[in-house]
C-alpha cells in the first residue's frame, strides 16, 4: 500500500514571496491533516479535511494561509506571502475516518530567509 | 477543548532497562489516544493506540502503553530498550474528531 506522498521535501524562498506544497493522501482515506512542526515542538494542526470539506481550521493563519482539497483526494497549502517565522516542516497525515489513527507523510522543509 | 501534555523533555536510560515516556490528557468524553515515533529527517509513524476495552494496549516494536481513566494518563513502556529506540516520541488525543499531539519526548537510549 502506497504511503502519503508530499512534494517538493525541501523548500527554500524569500520572505514576502509564496510557495505551495501538495500532497496525496492514501487511497480511501477520507480524512486529511495539514500540520506545521517548528523545530523542537510537536506538530500543530493548520486545517483537518473530511472528504472536501473543512473540518477545523482554528489555527490556520487565513490572511496567509489556505488550502483546499479539490476532489477530495489530494490537497494543497499554500503560504502567500511568507514570513520569517513560517520557517518549519509541513506535514500531511490521512486517516480512513475521523478518529481512527492517521500516516503521515515525510513532510516539506521550507526555510524562509 | 482538548489537550496532551508530556511532561518529560527527555528521557535517558541504558539499554536492557525498562523504558517509560508520560503523557496525560485532558477532553471532554471519551478519548482515542495514540503514540507516534519520529526518527530525524522523517513523518511520524505510528505506534499504537487505545479506542476502548483492555487498558493494556500493545504496538510495533515491543511498545505497550497502559491508559488510566482516573487519572487521565497513557504512558508508553518498553520491558527493555534498545538503543535504536532512541528517538523523538509523541502522544496524540483525538476527541471531537481533531487529533492533538504533545511537545513531544526526545528518548535517548545510551549503549
Known amino acids: 500500500e502506497a504511503g502519503v506522498a508530499q512534494s517538493p521535501r525541501y523548500k527554500i524562498i524569500e520572505k514576502r514571496q509564496s510557495v505551495a506544497f501538495w500532497c496525496n493522501p492514501i487511497s480511501g482515506h477520507a480524512t486529511l491533516y495539514w500540520y506545521q512542526q517548528i523545530l523542537g515542538q510537536g506538530p500543530k494542526l493548520l486545517i483537518q479535511?473530511?472528504?472536501?470539506?473543512?473540518?477545523?481550521d482554528s489555527q490556520l493563519p487565513k490572511d496567509r494561509f489556505s488550502a483546499e482539497r479539490l476532489k477530495g483526494v489530494d490537497s494543497t497549502l499554500k503560504i502567500q506571502p511568507a514570513k520569517l517565522e513560517d520557517s518549519a516542516v509541513y506535514l500531511c497525515?490521512?486517516?480512513?475516518?475521523?478518529?481512527?489513527?492517521?500516516?503521515f507523510g515525510q513532510g516539506t522543509r521550507l526555510t524562509v530567509v | 477543548a482538548q489537550s496532551v501534555a508530556q511532561p518529560e523533555d527527555q528521557v535517558n536510560v541504558a539499554e536492557g532497562n525498562p523504558l517509560t515516556v508520560k503523557c496525560t490528557y485532558s477532553v471532554s468524553g471519551n478519548p482515542y489516544l495514540f503514540w507516534y515515533v519520529q526518527y530525524p529527517n522523517r513523518g511520524l509513524q505510528f505506534l499504537l493506540k487505545y479506542i476502548t476495552g483492555d487498558n493494556l494496549v500493545k504496538g510495533s516494536y515491543g511498545f505497550e502503553a497502559e491508559f488510566n481513566k482516573s487519572q487521565t494518563s497513557f504512558h508508553l513502556k518498553k520491558p527493555s530498550a534498545l538503543v535504536s529506540d532512541s528517538a523523538l516520541y509523541f502522544c496524540a488525543v483525538s476527541a471531537d474528531y481533531k487529533l492533538s499531539f504533545g511537545a513531544g519526548t526526545t528518548v535517548t537510549v545510551r549503549a
Open positions: 497525515a490521512s486517516s480512513l475516518a475521523q478518529g481512527s489513527e492517521a500516516f
Open positions: 479535511f473530511q472528504n472536501n470539506g473543512v473540518v477545523d
